[in-house]
Structure formats: structure tokens, C-alpha cells
């Protein structure tokens, strides 16, 4: 079992920056696939950002590329979204995923088996 707990939302500027942060317990973290999905008002959730297990792939959505990065620090258990260039739409609850090693889909929320509670990030214009 895996709990994830996401930190670093907040308010800023369009322009700006934030980083966030997701805590994973368990001793097995370096072996999970971790993503990073937002959800915002009114609308479904949908992929942001993916850093597989083994440490060489990460993956983005076309609406963060450039903007976003993603890492990870395994002797951490945890996994960061650093997010420049903000956009008012990139309002939204921000929440960190893990998944046991697997060949599905990284962009599809059903092939994730853990979730955090996530963290509110609101761009104001």
C-alpha cells in the first residue's frame, strides 16, 4: 500500500511559478511509475506529467510542455512538479498517482492504483 501526499498549491500570477511536492510512504517508491493529473472546476481530470520507474522517461501533456517539469527523488519517496510560465488555465486541483511497474497507458487514470488528496494551484490573470 502506497499514500501520497501532494503539498506546494497555492496562489500566483499568470507568469509565475510553483512548485509541488508529493510524499509517497512505503520503502518500494523507486519502483512505482509516478504521474502528476489535474482536475479542474466542473470539468474531468485529465494527465499532466509521467516519470516512469526506471528513471529515463518522462512524458508530458502538449499543454504543459516546455512549462512543466517533472523529477523525482527516490532517497525522498517523493516526486515534484515544478511549473513556470503559469496560465490562469492552469487552474486547477493538482494529483499525484502511482502505479506499480506496467507497459498500460501512462496517460490513462484507470492504469494508476494509488492516489493523493491533491493540491489546489490557482493562476490568477
Known amino acids: 500500500q502506497v499514500q501520497l501526499v501532494e503539498s506546494g498549491g497555492g496562489l500566483v500570477q499568470a507568469g509565475g511559478s510553483l512548485r509541488l511536492s508529493c510524499a509517497a510512504s512505503?520503502?518500494?517508491?523507486?519502483?512505482?511509475?509516478m504521474a502528476w493529473f489535474r482536475q479542474a472546476p466542473g470539468k474531468e481530470r485529465v494527465f499532466v506529467a509521467y516519470?516512469?520507474?526506471?528513471?529515463?522517461?518522462?512524458n508530458y501533456a502538449d499543454s504543459v510542455k516546455g512549462r512543466f517539469t517533472i523529477s523525482r527523488d527516490n532517497a525522498k519517496n517523493t516526486v515534484y512538479l515544478q511549473m513556470n510560465s503559469l496560465k490562469p488555465e492552469d487552474t486547477a486541483v493538482y494529483i499525484c498517482a502511482a502505479r506499480g511497474i506496467s507497459r498500460l497507458s501512462r496517460t490513462n487514470q484507470g492504469t494508476y492504483d494509488y492516489w493523493g488528496q491533491g493540491t489546489q494551484v490557482t493562476v490568477s490573470s
Open positions: 516519470f516512469g520507474w526506471s528513471g529515463d522517461y518522462t
Open positions: 512505503g520503502r518500494t517508491f523507486s519502483s512505482y511509475d
